[in-house]
């Protein structure tokens, strides 16, 4: 589709040039890298320019994945891991890695790094706490305009006279003005998606967190109990973290005190939602909609229950991924070097993170 194939522009520098093959008819190992620089393993990829930036340094890089043989090999190695959202940094991982210092997650979650077993090794932990606020922010508010303005887009040709017609005098959508938008979680990237509702949109907004976030807020916004976040809200928007105790978070329970017109989004993590009982409130049509944009697990599976429902919008898990944040979130290679070079990074790990 020509509209697919525009938010996909080929990136326009020149790839880096394959090293030169081995002759013929011999065998042929990799090298490894230079010992005498510190080893840093980058597991998920990275943007190409930070990616550059890291190998321009004083470090040896290499790109390898965890299911990689080369990866056990490296390991024992490696002063610093550049990881992503799969690469689980657990005991097990760290007990074969006597020499790393350094973990950075190019992102915001650390659920999948054990950050009480790093410090306690002495090990930093390093991410990027603003690199997706603004691309999750516009992310939710697409879904939102599909879900509440509906969409009849005209595709190979224009609609017959009769058909144009009757979807013009059929299709009615709500405006988000008129709306109230509940946030669970008032973090950055909840912030964000306030503000955008509040000032964007003149919609009210109330919240719950964990913490008085009052200061933090540049939006009128009304701190609330979960029920009453539950009950008021026309838009119940999730943003919290996968800490200890979040799982299902957002149960039968609390989707039954919805509106049966409520809206559902999840933007956060997939293990905080109970897709099986939000796809039985869909189904009794307890709720009117919902956009997810992460699973558990992840992918989702075949027998996924919010498949194939028509007021549901899924996505892969695409909410961070613009050019910019993809970016940003690959620049934590600057705290990585920091670390590496005796110096404070900027963004370590909260001293609260239990994972």
Same mark, same amino acid.
Request: with cysteine; charged share 20%.
């Given at each position: 589709?020509?509209?697919?194939?525009?938010?996909?522009?080929?990136?326009?520098?020149?790839?880096?040039?394959?090293?030169?093959?081995?002759?013929?008819?011999?065998?042929?190992?990799?090298?490894?890298?230079?010992?005498?620089?510190?080893?840093?393993?980058?597991?998920?990829?990275?943007?190409?320019?930070?990616?550059?930036?890291?190998?321009?340094?004083?470090?040896?890089?290499? *790109?390898?994945?965890?299911?990689?043989?080369?990866?056990?090999?490296?390991?024992?190695?490696? $002063?610093?891991?550049?990881?992503?959202?799969?690469?689980?940094?657990? *005991?097990?991982?760290?007990?074969?890695?006597?020499?790393?210092?350094?973990?950075?997650?190019?992102?915001?979650?650390?659920?999948?790094?054990?950050?009480?077993?790093?410090?306690?090794?002495?090990?930093?932990?390093?991410?990027?706490?603003?690199?997706?606020?603004?691309?999750?922010?516009?992310?939710?508010?697409?879904?939102?305009?599909?879900?509440?303005?509906?969409?009849?887009?005209?595709?190979?040709?224009?609609?017959?006279?009769?058909?144009?017609?009757?979807?013009?005098?059929?299709?009615?959508?709500?405006?988000?003005?008129?709306?109230?938008?509940?946030?669970?979680?008032?973090?950055?990237?909840?912030?964000?998606?306030?503000?955008?509702?509040?000032?964007?949109?003149?919609?009210?907004?109330?919240?719950?967190?964990?913490?008085?976030?009052?200061?933090?807020?540049?939006?009128?916004?009304?701190?609330?109990?979960?029920?009453?976040?539950?009950?008021?809200?026309?838009?119940?928007?999730?943003?919290?973290?996968?800490?200890?105790?979040? #799982?299902?978070?957002?149960?039968?329970?609390?989707?039954?005190?919805?509106?049966? $017109?409520?809206?559902?989004?999840?933007?956060?993590?997939?293990?905080?939602?109970?897709?099986?009982?939000?796809? #039985?409130?869909?189904?009794?049509?307890?709720?009117?909609?919902?956009?997810?944009?992460?699973?558990?697990? #992840?992918?989702?599976?075949?027998?996924?229950?919010?498949?194939?429902?028509?007021?549901?919008?899924?996505?892969?898990?695409?909410?961070?991924?613009?050019?910019?944040?993809?970016?940003?979130? $690959?620049?934590?290679?600057?705290?990585?070097?920091?670390?590496?070079?005796?110096?404070?990074?900027?963004?370590?790990?909260?001293?609260?993170?239990?994972?």
């Amino acid at each position: 589709m020509k509209n697919a194939e525009l938010m996909h522009t080929p990136d326009s520098r020149l790839p880096t040039p394959l090293p030169t093959p081995p002759p013929p008819c011999t065998s042929y190992n990799p090298p490894m890298p230079d010992s005498s620089l510190p080893l840093v393993l980058v597991t998920e990829g990275s943007d190409a320019v930070p990616l550059q930036w890291l190998k321009e340094q004083r470090v040896n890089v290499v *790109e390898v994945a965890p299911d990689d043989t080369r990866f056990n090999e490296l390991l024992p190695n490696a $002063s610093a891991m550049v990881v992503r959202t799969y690469t689980k940094v657990n *005991e097990a991982l760290l007990a074969r890695a006597p020499k790393l210092k350094v973990v950075g997650r190019g992102g915001v979650g650390l659920e999948n790094i054990d950050v009480p077993a790093c410090r306690r090794r002495g090990i930093q932990v390093v991410f990027t706490p603003d690199a997706n606020t603004l691309a999750v922010g516009d992310f939710v508010f697409g879904y939102l305009l599909q879900l509440l303005r509906p969409w009849a887009f005209f595709k190979e040709s224009a609609y017959a006279p009769a058909e144009f017609k009757r979807i013009r005098n059929t299709v009615r959508g709500r405006q988000l003005n008129e709306l109230t938008l509940g946030i669970l979680g008032m973090g950055r990237v909840g912030r964000r998606v306030g503000h955008i509702g509040a000032n964007g949109f003149g919609m009210r907004v109330i919240y719950n967190d964990l913490i008085d976030v009052r200061d933090k807020l540049d939006f009128p916004a009304q701190a609330v109990d979960k029920p009453t976040l539950y009950r008021d809200a026309d838009i119940l928007s999730l943003h919290v973290d996968m800490r200890a105790g979040n #799982e299902n978070l957002v149960g039968r329970e609390q989707i039954a005190k919805l509106k049966p $017109s409520a809206i559902l989004v999840n933007t956060s993590r997939g293990e905080v939602l109970d897709a099986a009982a939000l796809a #039985e409130a869909l189904g009794a049509k307890k709720l009117a909609g919902a956009a997810l944009d992460v699973f558990w697990p #992840e992918p989702p599976q075949p027998d996924f229950p919010l498949l194939g429902l028509d007021n549901v919008l899924l996505t892969p898990h695409l909410a961070a991924r613009s050019f910019t944040a993809i970016e940003n979130m $690959s620049w934590v290679v600057r705290d990585v070097v920091e670390v590496l070079e005796g110096r404070a990074p900027k963004y370590p790990a909260p001293p609260g993170v239990v994972t």
